[in-house]
């Protein structure tokens, strides 16, 4: 196995097709899916030559946590669809590789199990639900499990329209669940209906629509955690999102999985990054598959890339150290890419990394 698509191939084999369909599917006709792929397709890298780096320094430290490698994992949920010990064979992987390990609300083992597996960083995301106090007990139990920031993924006040899960009546079954929160809350994504997507009735029962940026004082005052706002695309919202106290944004359109149509993420990031300045970190996902990927997106001014479908590769294909051998691969063919590049360590990459010709068109 020696890149994130060997890894796809294998766990394509060995994972249930309904299951597969909910890791690789995107909204609607998957437009924006294929748009955070080819975005990176119309990059190129400015190689320099003489600059005497024989080696590449990939180490970065955010809120206070040093880590091996920029190229973290990215909140997914209830992992033991893919691997009998979940999330924690999950953390054991990342924390191999240095890396961060942001751990999906809707995990399928315990936020405290986790965090005893974890040897780096985690974070825990969270979605903003109607029932706040569930929300405020998730984010006192990550505290005092020793997490180090809340992500609130604040794309989703209706989920998109993932015609592969409704085809297919995707639920949540196997004895797979999501540990850490209330049976009650959680049972509608049980409940199969053909034609429908489990997942999607229970968004739709669980997730309050009426989110806006006045209650993100409420969660600041549930927790002394850094706050990271995930699902930023727009200079307007990162704007707000500094306005607001935010700590971090992730500039991310949810692998596709939202609003179908929807600019790529790396075609984002420039605004974003530029409308914050140095007021916060920008982090990234959606779309990176290889370690150069991860360099463009470093270039254009993100601090951490995250990965959401290739550590779930890894984890079906071989566990805990399959989720290290994809961090560790995209981490070892970014230094390569950095090397080549002249640039000996992350705080080396800039615009000049890139070709400026090749950001200049958005995809249609």
Not at 96 to 111: D, E, N, Y
Not at 177 to 182: G, K, P, S, T, W
Not at 355 to 361: D, E, F, V, Y
Request: hydrophobic share 50%; glycine share 10%; net charge negative.
């Amino acid at each position: 196995m020696l890149t994130a698509s060997d890894y796809r191939h294998s766990a394509q084999r060995l994972v249930e097709p309904d299951v597969w369909d909910f890791i690789e599917g995107g909204a609607e006709d998957e437009r924006t899916l294929a748009a955070n792929l080819r975005a990176f397709d119309r990059v190129r890298l400015r190689p320099r030559v003489l600059a005497g780096v024989s080696d590449a320094d990939t180490t970065v430290s955010l809120f206070g946590t040093g880590y091996a490698t920029p190229i973290g994992v990215a909140p997914t949920a209830y992992h033991r669809l893919v691997d009998a010990e979940g999330e924690v064979a999950t953390a054991r992987g990342a924390g191999a590789a240095g890396a961060l390990f942001v751990v999906g609300m809707f995990a399928s083992r315990t936020i405290e199990d986790v965090a005893a597996a974890a040897t780096s960083g985690l974070w825990l995301q969270l979605y903003w639900l109607r029932r706040r106090d569930v929300m405020r007990t998730l984010a006192e139990r990550a505290e005092r499990a020793g997490y180090g920031a809340i992500m609130l993924t604040v794309d989703v006040p209706r989920m998109g329209r993932r015609w592969r899960d409704m085809r297919n009546g995707f639920t949540i079954g196997g004895g797979v669940a999501a540990v850490n929160i209330d049976p009650a809350v959680m049972a509608s994504a049980h409940e199969r209906d053909e034609g429908r997507s489990a997942i999607a009735r229970h968004t739709a029962d669980a997730f309050d629509p009426t989110l806006a940026w006045a209650d993100l004082a409420w969660l600041r005052s549930c927790t002394r955690l850094p706050l990271v706002l995930k699902g930023i695309l727009t200079a307007e919202d990162a704007a707000l999102a500094a306005a607001h106290g935010a700590d971090a944004v992730v500039v991310s359109n949810h692998g596709g999985r939202q609003l179908d149509g929807a600019v790529a993420s790396l075609d984002a990031l420039a605004e974003v990054v530029e409308a914050v300045g140095d007021r916060l970190p920008v982090l990234f996902d959606g779309g990176v598959r290889r370690g150069a990927d991860a360099l463009a997106a470093i270039a254009l001014g993100a601090r951490m890339v995250l990965l959401g479908r290739p550590p779930l590769w890894g984890l079906a294909t071989g566990g805990a150290d399959g989720v290290a051998g994809v961090l560790r691969a995209a981490t070892g063919e970014l230094a390569h890419a950095m090397v080549l590049a002249g640039r000996p360590a992350l705080a080396a990459l800039d615009r000049s990394a890139v070709r400026p010709s090749s950001l200049s068109g958005a995809d249609a």
